[in-house]
């Protein structure tokens, strides 16, 4: 019909003039159409070759790139497929949409009948969809408004009889307005400034509510006289300072723990202090005043008592902050960054830095001693992805970043099996940069599949595998007192991991000493040379680490 359009077309053409970035998805009959609809109007699509790969790798994707990352599935199955990817970009408060086909209501029978509504609600998305085909444009703007300005991943239901209909072509100019960014009650920032004043030893702390937020936090850090550090998925925010700690909390070395438990005022910046920033609180000294600064008022002091809760936005709050401070404090003090703390800070705030002794065996190589010799290798325009498991504290804390967009957490959720997903969707919002995957062996062949998406893509990608032939946080946790029958269940026999990469048409390395990363070392001079298009697999057979030294802070949050 002339001047009409079928509804899954103005729902993708609706969301590219939006400014969504990227789609990545596995298409079957229910999102084929809306799929080709995106792609028409210029929206890049990744082909996955599993919907909870696609979920994650649009989570990495947004948040490397700051543009909304666009899931899309099947009905039914193909959202369940995904939901543990949504429920970590969900915990994660990244700003997505989940583009998803779902039965039509009067198809109660269906073998893809679900309630999709509830499904996603159990995770912590929100749950919208296109009512009818007058709605359609309305219906998508507000679910992406959600997504952006309440940083909200959502899952927009598409109905099948609903997205098969005709609707009138008129899209338009679409937009939506960005809300005001929050500035502090100045009461409030008079208080914030008295604490900063009677302090003798603060430390400030941002998380990802902080990352764009750097210059005006690290002004007011320079002139208060405070420490900063960050929480882990704000890793390489202040990379550059001299008194900047690296990450608080479980993966801390032993120096910045030191520091930041000296601490007699902590400032959260967009950090919601929790159990792994704080270490259960341990970080946090018996007197020690407690700052929280957020743009939500339920996340201030959700995780623990603070001295003062400070509603704003964090750039915002710093430079007033700085502002009021110069006034009764016209001259930057020295307090908790000294000379000496700043020599300390560069010695030993890596954990690469720190002296630990060799555990390599003939057959096994100490996951320490390759992270720091991969460190050297790799080129240090990265960016880094990490899986979840025993291992995660080496990629970490050992492969320094460039800065807060050189490293990719997806851990909110802390499931394993992510990591993969998470390096492709990272390494397509960053082109630039070479994409480091950290992973244990459990996770990465969890989902291995998605190698063959970065054989396909053609992306130097660099897989180092810390092999332990199990999955280590359960062998060292319960090791104590069980036996090895029980250990069993989370114990394999070795596999070539390196020989499956090359079945997927990637680059295979099987590494136990440092005299094997001589393959490494031919394939980052030919990437230099812009030459190559194929990840590398490092398949690096562990020796035992006993359990990281995270590890038990880690079983104390399950």
């Not at 298409?27 to 994650?56: C, I, Q, W």
């Not at 219906?139 to 609903?162: G, I, Q, W």
């Not at 992510?418 to 940069?433: C, H, K, N, Q």
Request: glycine share 10%; with cysteine.
């Amino acid at each position: 019909m002339n001047g009409q359009v079928q509804v899954s077309a103005l729902v993708g053409r609706t969301l590219a003039r939006l400014g969504v970035g990227h789609v990545f998805g596995v298409v079957g009959s229910g999102n084929f159409d809306v799929t080709n609809a995106l792609m028409k109007e210029g929206v890049p699509y990744t082909a996955a070759r599993h919907e909870g790969g696609a979920a994650t790798m649009a989570d990495a994707y947004s948040r490397m790139s700051g543009k909304v990352g666009v899931v899309t599935t099947h009905q039914g199955c193909g959202l369940t497929n995904a939901i543990t990817g949504i429920g970590e970009a969900a915990k994660s408060r990244t700003p997505l949409i989940v583009l998803t086909a779902d039965t039509q209501a009067a198809a109660v029978r269906s073998n893809f009948k679900i309630d999709q509504d509830a499904l996603v609600r159990s995770v912590g998305a929100v749950a919208e969809r296109i009512h009818s085909a007058d709605t359609a444009i309305a219906d998508t703007v507000r679910a992406f408004r959600t997504a952006v300005n309440e940083r909200r991943t959502v899952v927009l239901n598409l109905p099948l009889d609903v997205q098969n209909a005709a609707a009138a072509d008129l899209v338009g100019a679409v937009g939506i307005q960005v809300p005001s960014r929050i500035r502090p009650d100045a009461a409030g920032v008079e208080k914030l400034v008295a604490l900063i004043s009677e302090a003798r030893r603060p430390v400030f702390v941002a998380g990802r509510g902080g990352r764009g937020a750097r210059d005006s936090i690290l002004a007011l850090a320079r002139h208060a006289g405070a420490l900063v550090a960050t929480s882990a998925v704000a890793s390489g925010l202040f990379n550059g300072d001299s008194h900047n700690l690296g990450i608080s909390g479980g993966f801390s070395s032993p120096v910045t723990a030191e520091l930041i438990s000296g601490a007699d005022l902590i400032v959260g910046w967009g950090c919601t202090l929790n159990m792994w920033t704080m270490r259960h609180g341990r970080l946090i000294s018996t007197g020690t005043k407690v700052v929280q600064i957020d743009v939500e008022d339920a996340s201030l002091g959700a995780n623990r008592p603070v001295t003062l809760g400070l509603l704003g936005d964090s750039a915002l709050v710093a430079e007033d902050a700085l502002e009021a401070l110069q006034r009764v404090q016209p001259a930057a003090a020295e307090k908790y960054r000294t000379e000496q703390n700043a020599l300390t800070i560069k010695r030993g705030s890596r954990w690469r830095d720190v002296e630990t002794p060799d555990l390599s065996t003939e057959s096994s190589i100490d996951p320490r001693v390759i992270s720091r010799e991969l460190d050297s290798i790799l080129p240090a325009d990265r960016i880094v992805a990490v899986d979840s498991g025993n291992f995660m504290g080496y990629p970490s804390q050992y492969l320094a970043v460039p800065d807060e967009f050189g490293f990719c957490f997806t851990q909110a959720f802390q499931a394993i099996g992510l990591g993969l997903y998470t390096a492709i969707g990272a390494s397509v919002a960053r082109p630039d940069r070479l994409p480091v995957l950290g992973a244990g062996d459990g996770g990465f062949l969890m989902g291995i599949a998605e190698l063959e998406t970065a054989v396909r893509l053609k992306l130097p990608l660099v897989c180092i595998v810390y092999n332990d032939a199990a999955y280590g946080a359960e062998v060292h946790h319960f090791a104590e007192h069980h036996d090895a029958a029980e250990l069993g269940t989370v114990s394999f026999p070795e596999t070539d991991i390196a020989a499956i990469a090359r079945g997927y048409g990637a680059d295979g390395v099987t590494v136990r000493t440092l005299d094997d990363l001589q393959p490494v070392r031919d394939w980052v001079t030919s990437y230099r040379d812009g030459q190559q298009e194929r990840p590398i697999v490092i398949d690096a057979k562990i020796a035992s680490d006993g359990g990281s030294w995270w590890l038990a802070e880690a079983f104390q949050g399950h």
